[in-house]
């Protein structure tokens, strides 16, 4: 069974950093592409950041040159490093791991990441 825990989410003032972590069990890590996604209230699940097997990054415009994705396939781990945070990157963290053809995908929790003074 896989599983995803994400971790790191809080409360951090604008202009902040605040570094996101997931932590896979139950899968073959490194054939996944991996990502992050967010969900504000009231408004659809959008794509943040993903990096394929191969470490092909894709950013949402909105992050680029803040957010940082990585992933570690020995720990199966795949972190979001997000600075300069503002108010409009409040939202709920969702980890994804998007098997290919034939696999499945698989989310996370979520974790609950507020930018506010």
């Known amino acids: 069974q896989v599983q995803l825990v994400e971790s790191g989410g809080g409360l951090v003032q604008p202009g902040g950093s605040l570094r996101l972590s997931c932590a896979a069990s139950?899968?073959?890590?490194?054939?996944?592409?991996v990502g992050w996604f967010r969900q504000a209230p009231g408004k659809q699940r959008d794509l943040v950041a993903t990096m394929t097997n191969g470490g092909s990054t894709n950013y949402a415009d909105s992050v680029k040159g803040r957010f940082t994705i990585s992933r570690d396939n020995a720990k199966n781990t795949v972190d979001l490093q997000m600075n300069s945070l503002k108010p409009e990157d409040t939202a709920v963290y969702y980890c994804?791991?998007?098997?290919?053809?034939?696999?499945?995908?698989?989310w996370g929790q979520g974790t609950q990441v507020t930018v506010s003074s």
């Open positions: 994804k791991l998007r098997g290919p053809l034939g696999y499945p995908n698989y």
């Open positions: 139950g899968a073959t890590f490194s054939i996944y592409t």
